[in-house]
């Protein structure tokens, strides 16, 4: 595992980043990021193309964001990712954000733009292209159930399935209010009266085992946006006995080997995929922000895959 350096030495010593060989001119920001699969396939994508530079984990803390992006243009790099639990905060402190990032309240992708910082959310649209990619199926041609769409990447998942004009989308969260508010802000994009049977095209629920079975019939895919599979010993997001062969599982958790989630998704006959495809897709759209050009998806994905021993 690559070296994780701290914010206070990109804060203090700048120049010590252009200096290392070869330069690091991209980073990820996080706390904890010790865990950050982003470096390797990154960096396999740079090699791939032939670009002299490395991408590096830094370390910092709340108190230490702001200062340590507001650095990256003198270290000389070229952009960054943000991951937990900076990407809010990363929303307030660039000078400029995308669409998706402003509705998604977020920024994991930042662009140094002459002294500017440029904000982007890769995170919905690398669902998008993961979803196509594991089911050859687009968003906007499905009906969404989103389990856990309080949290930073439920939001993001939401926009992206609201921008996309989703036939219809669900929105299911622990605390009900946060959906509610989300759903409210998501409404104009539902106005049409698309015809999709007696249910609304938009809706905020609980995490109920008897509210969701009233919605299974009418959902087509499950996407999980809550943590709950990141530990062995996590219980399931959705009960297994609601699981059907009809339906499509993507489970933004990803583990070595598949999550719980997966595994009882697969045993009811469901087709289910895990959230490398997602996280290999946002990083791939961050590389394409940063370098204008089509990211080398192979070697990043086989730089992924033998990072997690995931076929
Ligand atoms: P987060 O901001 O902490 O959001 C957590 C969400 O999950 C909230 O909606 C929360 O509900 C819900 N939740 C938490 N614990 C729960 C429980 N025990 N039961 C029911 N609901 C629960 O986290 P995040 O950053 O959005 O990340 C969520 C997951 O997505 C993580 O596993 C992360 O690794 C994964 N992720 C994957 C990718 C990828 O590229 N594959 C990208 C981003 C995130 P409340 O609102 O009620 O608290």
Redesign the pocket.
Known sequence: MSTTFPAAQLIAHPESFAAMDPPAILGVFGDPVAHSLSPGFQNAGLDACGIRGQYVRLHATSDEIAAALRTIPTAGFLGANVT?PHKAAALELVDEADENARRAGAVNTIVVDGGKLLGFST?GP?LSRAVREEFLVDLRDLRVLLL???????RAAAVQCAMEGCERLVLA???LD?ARELAAGLAPFFKSDRLIGPVDRLAAIP?DESVLRTEMSHVDIVIN????G?RMTDAS?LPASLLTPSLMVYD???TRGKSRLVREAEAAGARAAG??S??LH?GAQSFEIWFNRPAPLDAMRAALFDSTNNP
């Open positions: 937990i995170d690398g856990g769409a309080g949290g930073g990447a439920g969260n622990r605390t946060k995490m946006a809550t943590p709950l990141m997001p933004m958790v990803y959230g490398l997602m996280l946002q």
